[in-house]
């Protein structure tokens, strides 16, 4: 079975490829489509982090352009969480399946899968759902457990570990500008 991994960050891909490779897939890729992530050097940054990581987990990662536009006609609006992360694990998720479909994968995960800040249970289903609609397979695997060694081991690689999910409205929030 051919899995395309959505793919955060670098810190998150570690522990979800080293529980995927353990499943025995016959093909895993990652697909780092992230357009939330601003600004562009926080992208680039954490773009760069994920080279470093696959080269370490020996996996291809597929990086589609950078259009953060795509994130603010989405959640435009929408500044507020949770309704704007909802509408940003759909964007995503949904990017992520069309090119797994596009491309004879035989289904699609995420490592947002991994974050125990993240609600598991809205990404398992808009994963579900974008499943059934697109005629693909959404896999499920709950990767929690393993979030804490993931870290660890990204702190002893020294790979970079950002502070918030990646877009600006949840950066205001963490640093309380006003």
């Known amino acids: 079975m051919k899995l395309l991994l959505h793919i955060c960050c670098g810190p998150c891909a570690l522990y979800p490829v080293k529980e995927l490779l353990s499943k025995k897939f016959d093909k895993i890729t ?35 352009e950078y259009k953060m536009e795509e994130y ?19 964007l995503r998720l949904s990017e ?45 695997l709950d990767f929690r457990p393993g979030f804490k060694d993931g870290q660890e081991q990204a702190k002893k690689e020294n790979l970079y570990r950002q502070k918030y999910c990646g877009c600006v409205f949840s950066e205001l929030e963490r640093v309380k500008v006003k």
Do not use: M
């Open 72 to 90: 603010f006609r989405k959640t435009l609006s929408k500044e507020d969480s949770p309704e704007r992360c909802q509408l940003c694990w759909e």
């Open 30 to 64: 990652g697909f780092f489509y992230n357009p939330n992530i601003h600004p562009p050097s926080e992208y680039k940054r954490r773009k760069d982090a994920l080279s470093e990581a696959a080269s370490k987990i020996s996996i291809e990662v597929v990086i589609p």
């Open 96 to 140: 992520t399946a069309d090119f797994a479909k596009a491309n004879g994968f035989d289904a699609f995960t995420t490592t947002l899968l991994v974050s125990p800040y993240q609600d598991h249970e809205k990404i398992k289903k808009i994963g579900e759902r974008i499943a059934d609609e697109k005629r693909i397979k959404f896999y499920y």
